[in-house]
């Protein structure tokens, strides 16, 4: 077989595999472009101080932004061990294309990163550890979203077929750029009034990962539509759309919770409200129409506010500014 015909003849799932890895010259180009700006992104828990937080917790945060800040850790912590896990009991094992899979255990690699980063915050913030970790078990709305969550990842692990695994990108879009975000919004309101800022640095690093990941499994689905068009019927579309709306409702829910009658100034209307926009964002990169339309984003600041920005945290000293930061358009 000519090195042509062996390229063009790889496919995401279900392709030839002779686990050689000869991985150049790439069929997928776009898992080698996302896989170097993962490397680009490299950072470590251990890099960001939490000192001036810790005093913060003990010292002058409130009863009720404790709760609110145990219950997103609590939540977020669970979600990436569970993600490490769906990556690569269930979504690698099917995987044929040599870069693709390259760029999966990297990000394997990270949720393990990001695992470890919320044990670090745990364990400096928390009198009692274990009560973060095993929240779930005294939050009933906790354990009904960690249940959602491992449902859906076990699907694929039950019952392969192209079809469920094509479904199973979509949930993982849902997962990368859906659930976290309640939790995401609670450290960043809090942030922005001067509480628990050095913790927000440590969130502004994973939630540029879990940013890259999104587009690693948009990625995929758009490769999926390519090779294997015959899946994406009115009724893969309309399950799509049935999925989104689930865990749309499921993170609002989550996130009207850890709110509660509202901090500092923020509502549950407003959480629901940025989580109903960000759903319509996710719909429409894969080619869905928006689920609420007409919904405005109440915290548009987040965005910006979300940024990574090396100049100010400064951790990576030898690294020239240019060198972090996406290098990819995405849209
Ligand atoms: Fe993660
Ligand atoms: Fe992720």
Same mark, same amino acid.
């Given at each position: 077989m000519s090195s042509a015909a062996r390229v063009n003849a790889? +496919?995401?799932?279900?392709g030839p595999s002779d686990?050689?890895?000869? %991985?150049? *010259?790439?069929? @997928?180009k776009w898992a080698w472009e996302i896989l170097e700006v993962m490397e680009q992104n490299t950072w470590f *828990? @251990?890099? %960001? +101080?939490l000192g001036n937080d810790k005093l913060f917790y003990q010292t002058r945060l409130t009863d009720q932004k404790k709760e609110a800040f145990d219950g997103a850790l609590a939540f977020l912590s669970n979600l990436d061990g569970l993600q490490l896990h769906n990556i690569t009991d269930?979504?690698?094992? @099917?995987?044929?294309?040599p870069e693709v899979r390259m760029c999966l255990t990297r990000q394997a690699w990270e949720e393990a990163v990001h695992v470890k980063s919320y044990s670090t915050g745990i364990e400096e913030f928390s009198v009692d550890p274990m009560q973060v970790y095993t929240r779930f078990e005294r939050d009933g709305v906790l354990a009904a979203k960690n249940a959602h969550v491992m449902r859906q990842s076990a699907i694929l692990g039950e019952s392969y077929s192209a079809r469920n695994f094509t479904m199973a990108l979509v949930a993982n879009v849902a997962l990368e750029g859906i659930y976290f975000y309640s939790g995401f919004l609670i450290f960043y309101i809090l942030a922005k009034a001067g509480e628990m800022v050095q913790w927000s640095d440590m969130i502004r690093y994973i939630q540029r990962d879990e940013e890259t990941h999104l587009r690693l499994f948009e990625h995929m689905l758009a490769t999926q539509k390519e090779? +294997?068009?015959?899946?994406?019927?009115a009724k893969f579309y309309d399950d799509a759309l049935v999925l989104l709306d689930e865990s749309c409702k499921l993170e609002s829910n989550w996130g009207r919770h850890l709110i509660g009658k509202g901090i500092l100034g923020y509502t549950p209307q407003m959480v629901d409200a940025y989580i109903k926009t960000l759903t319509n964002k996710r719909a429409k990169k894969i080619g869905?129409?928006?689920?609420?339309?007409g919904v405005v984003n109440p915290v548009s600041w987040v965005e910006t506010f979300s940024e990574v920005n090396d100049n100010k945290i400064n951790f990576f000293e030898a690294k020239p500014a240019a060198y972090s930061v996406g290098a990819l358009d995405w849209d």
């Open positions: 790889r +496919r995401l799932i279900e686990k050689l890895m000869a %991985v150049t *010259p790439l069929k @997928h *828990p @251990h890099d %960001v +101080r269930n979504i690698v094992p @099917h995987v044929t294309s090779e +294997r068009p015959e899946l994406f019927n869905l129409p928006e689920l609420y339309p």
